[in-house]
């Protein structure tokens, strides 16, 4: 298998930590557009060129799997690692390089890969540390009623996102008129309190659907609050690295008006590093996309039903924005309008992936970049004597 490993060497590529659809983080991956056939081909003429015996394409296979497990075609994949990719491709191209050049091939990849691994070992401990603070409380904890803000003394963790968008009607067994209609689509933002845990998923039937900038992703976390929330009086909050969602200024403006209404007493807001944001959420939408395949689905209310018996254990529940006539549900409110009239812009905020407000010091945001970094500060409210209503 000589052959095999030379061509491995010269052509596998490594995306550490980063790799969907695989469960383990230590194969090499063969371009997508490679074929096991391809390399047996290629195989057959070198060995023809040598003047040697080429194994037929079978027993060729069995070798790869029994020599070189670890390698494997990549599938076509999306929403990976810029960062992950730049750095593979500059290691793999170094070959020839001088060796300081090698060098900080080298050091480049691992500091990005420990601030990966540092946030990552974060927002586990975050949500062990919420799932130990709910079973404290969980006989006070209504989880199928409202409870009140700040009812609770106690830190709870919260992460949301949108989901890629459904089509109804939906038929695993699709009949050929159904592909000729245009289906009507669902939007699904969920919201996932890790220590339940439990996730609330807002469908948005596309007779209520505004668009997914941050008026709609505020309307929905402050719903979430108000209807579904656990009543603690300090709250952690990761979503991804998407400016026009989540990491923005209206977002932070709106937690800075919870916190001066003392609707939280401290709220602190997280990223992951783009192109490692898997979490809680995506989990659930997994579980939803995967029940979503094989069941008849004709109409939002179907699909809701379905979403609710995704999960064995119950882990999502559905909520409704609005319904096929129309009527709303979850309004969207214009928050950003509302806001800006009472805060300031947070300067470079695409920089800084860690974000608190307290009680003690209403108005003021603290910020730093990652996890260990220095904490800075500065005042939202334009005027700390004119709070927003």
Same mark, same amino acid.
């Given at each position: 298998?000589k052959?095999?490993?030379?061509n491995?060497?010269?052509n596998a590529?490594?995306?550490?930590?980063r790799?969907?659809?695989f469960?383990k983080?230590?194969?090499?991956?063969?371009?997508?557009?490679?074929?096991?056939m391809?390399?047996?081909?290629?195989?057959k003429?070198?060995?023809k060129?040598?003047?040697?015996h080429a194994?037929?394409?079978?027993?060729?296979?069995?070798?790869?799997?029994?020599f070189?497990?670890?390698?494997?075609?990549?599938?076509?994949?999306?929403d990976l690692?810029?960062?992950c990719?730049q750095n593979t491709s500059?290691?793999?191209?170094?070959a020839n390089l001088?060796?300081?050049?090698?060098?900080?091939c080298?050091?480049?990849q691992q500091?990005h890969l420990?601030c990966?691994k540092?946030?990552?070992?974060?927002?586990?401990?975050?949500?062990?540390?919420?799932?130990s603070?709910?079973?404290?409380f969980?006989e006070?904890?209504?989880?199928d009623?409202k409870?009140?803000?700040?009812?609770?003394?106690?830190?709870? =963790?919260?992460?949301?996102?949108?989901?890629?968008?459904?089509h109804?009607?939906?038929?695993?067994?699709?009949?050929?008129?159904?592909y000729?209609?245009?289906p009507?689509k669902?939007?699904?933002?969920?919201v996932?309190c890790e220590?339940?845990p439990?996730?609330?998923?807002?469908?948005i039937?596309?007779?209520?659907?505004?668009g997914?900038?941050?008026n709609t992703?505020v309307s929905f976390?402050h719903?979430?609050f108000h209807?579904?929330?656990?009543?603690?009086?300090?709250?952690?909050?990761?979503?991804d690295n998407c400016t026009?969602?989540?990491?923005?200024?209206?977002?932070?403006?709106?937690l800075a008006w919870?916190?001066?209404?003392q609707?939280h =007493?401290t709220?602190?807001?997280?990223f992951?590093?783009?192109?490692?944001t898997k979490f809680?959420?995506d989990?659930?939408?997994?579980?939803i996309k995967?029940s979503?395949?094989?069941n008849?689905v004709?109409?939002?209310?179907?699909?809701?039903?379905?979403?609710?018996?995704?999960?064995s254990?119950?882990?999502n529940?559905?909520q409704?924005?609005?319904?096929?006539?129309g009527?709303v549900?979850v309004?969207?409110?214009?928050?950003?309008?509302f806001?800006e009239?009472?805060?300031?812009?947070?300067?470079?905020?695409k920089?800084?992936r860690?974000?608190?407000?307290t009680k003690?010091e209403?108005?003021k945001l603290?910020?730093?970049e990652? =996890?260990?970094?220095?904490?800075?500060?500065?005042q939202?409210?334009?005027?700390?004597?004119n709070?927003?209503p």
């Open positions: 298998m052959f095999r490993k030379l491995v060497e010269e590529v490594l995306l550490p930590e790799i969907p659809g469960k983080d230590d194969i090499r991956l063969l371009s997508s557009s490679e074929t096991k391809n390399v047996w081909r290629m195989f003429r070198t060995s060129e040598s003047g040697k194994v037929c394409y079978t027993t060729f296979v069995k070798l790869w799997e029994q070189h497990p670890d390698v494997v075609v990549a599938k076509p994949m999306t690692c810029l960062t990719q500059k290691l793999l191209r170094s001088p060796k300081r050049e090698k060098s900080e080298v050091i480049a500091g420990t990966v540092m946030e990552r070992d974060f927002y586990n401990n975050i949500c062990s540390d919420s799932q603070n709910f079973q404290r969980e006070r904890i209504k989880l009623e409870n009140k803000a700040c009812s609770i003394d106690t830190t709870i =963790h919260y992460s949301f996102d949108f989901a890629q968008q459904i109804i009607p939906s038929n695993p067994m699709q009949p050929g008129p159904i000729f209609k245009t009507r669902c939007g699904i933002f969920g996932m220590a339940i439990r996730q609330v998923n807002y469908l039937d596309e007779a209520s659907d505004v997914k900038g941050v992703t976390v719903h979430y209807d579904h929330g656990l009543g603690e009086t300090n709250v952690y909050l990761h979503a026009g969602q989540n990491k923005n200024n209206c977002f932070l403006w709106y919870r916190v001066t209404h609707l =007493h709220i602190s807001y997280s992951l590093i783009a192109g490692h809680g959420p989990r659930c939408f997994g579980l995967k979503y395949k094989v008849y004709l109409s939002l209310y179907e699909f809701a039903q379905m979403v609710e018996t995704s999960s254990t119950g882990v529940k559905a409704l924005v609005g319904t096929h006539h009527r549900i309004p969207v409110y214009n928050w950003s309008a806001l009239q009472y805060f300031v812009k947070v300067p470079n905020i920089r800084y860690h974000f608190r407000i003690d209403p108005g603290f910020f730093k990652y =996890h260990s970094s220095t904490e800075q500060s500065i939202l409210l334009r005027n700390p004597a709070l927003p």
